[in-house]
């Protein structure tokens, strides 16, 4: 179940990512930025060498970020590995954070110049950092990822607390009494 979940969200972000920057690389030449709903969203090609939101670690950046990426590719697999095929929130919140850490990657490894970003959102001078599909999905995915976990750490004593033995009786548990 975990496989019909995870694969093809993973193919269809990092598709959606690899076509959307190459649109917006050969469209917006010259910095120009183009409108899409009035200032609120335009459409301002940008190359981030760095991080998330300008994060840059100088002449190693790109290869820093490589490395951090796929270590983070690595525990997620890992997290994935761990995950039931019953939670299936926990799996979409890995499958989406690791399609944008791959979508990203692929700009890391294919230019020097950095990860291509150029969805803008804001008000006049008021913008919220440039940024593209990838990032959506690992914010996206994060967010999920996070309440998926939150969700299972009080989940947890709540099952402990109400353990039935085979006659059916509640029992006291490594929580405390639950009678």
Known sequence: MKALISWPVIIAIVLLDVITKNVATAVLVGGDSQQVIGDFVRFSLVYNPGAAFGLHLGAYSRWIFMSL?????????????????????????????????????????????????????????????????????VSSGAFLLAYALWGEEHRQPAVEAHAVDRSGDVVESAVGDAR
Do not use: C, K
């Open 69 to 137: 990426t796929i270590g983070a590719l690595l525990i997620l697999w890992r997290l994935y590995r761990q995950t039931a095929s019953h939670e299936l929130l926990r799996t979409l919140a890995i499958a989406l954070v690791s399609a944008g850490a791959i979508g990203n990657l692929i700009d890391r490894i294919a230019s020097e110049r950095g990860v291509v970003d150029f969805i803008d959102v804001g008000f006049g001078v008021h913008r919220w950092p440039i940024f593209n599909v990838a990032d959506m999905a």
